[in-house]
């Protein structure tokens, strides 16, 4: 099983190299990770649902709900309480403690280490259609705006990486496969997303720290900033719920439902996925947490590649 690592290993570690000698210049992480986010990942998320039958792992998936859910309310109590955080800045640290990077890194370690996206996608209509809501709802509130459903109901219009496997997934409930001239070059760009994903998690890597300069959506801009020591313990809390934590509340309620052998893999592994960039993206538009936000995905991201080897060792 950790053979499988390796080429993630190699191609992140090139990325970073590539980042740290500056040899696509400056924009390089937002450009490729633009066309991973829009083009390259839905392209591969519809070929290989549209290709595979539907299987959804209930248990599995419900384990996962339960981690994710227990592990965002201890964050949010934690941040709370523990660092008399306000309504707003504690909904941040609970997205950072339990929201996965399901997309640009979670696909990749999906199809490189498992073999197959499904339960992945499961996973990322899961925190979509379920988590965001109620993450809006909440950062709303905290802000005092008022809360938009149309918002909310056109997300996965608006969001590429759910409208690909949504149509993939469409494709395969009716048993239609797409004609070769429609399929061929979705085959072949989605081919694309995993290598560039992998470089572009390298490239992220040399930053340092994620900026407040432009971003889109999904995909935050490198650069700096700055951190006190509240903010270091606070980052330190949260990357150790999100990759510890988590993943071990996914396994014991996984076991406890009866989840085994390659399901409990797929369970624990995007269980353990790093902090999602969204969150950054959420924190900065709301005006909250933006520091502590950037730095636990930094954190996480790095650290991921560590504790999903270990995870894949030890249930493998």
Not at 15 to 25: A, I
Not at 228 to 238: D, N, R, T, W
Request: net charge positive.
């Amino acid at each position: 099983m950790l053979a499988a690592f390796v080429p993630i290993w190699v191609l992140t570690g090139l990325g970073w190299l590539t980042g740290r000698r500056r040899l696509l210049g400056g924009e390089a992480e937002r450009v490729l990770g633009g066309f991973v986010f829009h083009l390259a990942m839905p392209a591969a998320l519809f070929t290989a649902l549209s290709r595979t039958e539907l299987d959804v792992r209930l248990p599995a998936l419900g384990a996962f709900a339960a981690s994710t859910a227990a592990t965002m309310a201890l964050a949010f109590v934690l941040c709370a309480v523990t660092r008399r955080r306000g309504g707003g800045e504690a909904t941040i640290g609970a997205m950072a403690a339990g929201y996965v990077n399901s997309a640009n890194l979670g696909i990749p370690v999906a199809l490189q280490v498992l073999g197959d996206a499904t339960f992945l996608t499961g996973v990322l209509l899961f925190q979509v259609l379920v988590v965001t809501p109620v993450v809006l709802v909440l950062l709303d509130r905290s802000a005092g705006r008022a809360w938009r459903p149309g918002r909310l109901l056109t997300l996965p219009l608006r969001n590429p990486v759910i409208a690909g496997p949504a149509l993939g997934a469409l494709c395969a409930a009716l048993h239609w496969r797409p004609p070769d001239l429609i399929g061929a070059p979705l085959a072949l760009l989605g081919a694309a997303a995993v290598p560039t994903a992998l470089v572009t998690l390298g490239l992220s890597l040399t930053a340092g720290s994620l900026t407040a300069g432009e971003v889109t959506e999904g995909v935050p801009a490198p650069g700096g900033g700055s951190r006190g020591a509240g903010a270091k313990v606070e980052v330190a809390l949260l990357s150790g719920l999100k990759l510890l934590v988590q993943p071990m509340i996914a396994w014991s309620v996984g076991r406890l439902v009866g989840v085994t052998g390659t399901d409990l893999l797929a369970l624990v592994v995007c269980a353990a996925l790093p902090t999602a960039q969204n969150t950054y993206i959420f924190a900065r538009e709301y005006g909250r947490a933006e520091v502590v936000a950037r730095e636990t995905v930094v954190v996480t991201t790095a650290c991921a590649m560590g504790t999903l080897a270990l995870i894949g060792a030890l249930l493998g």
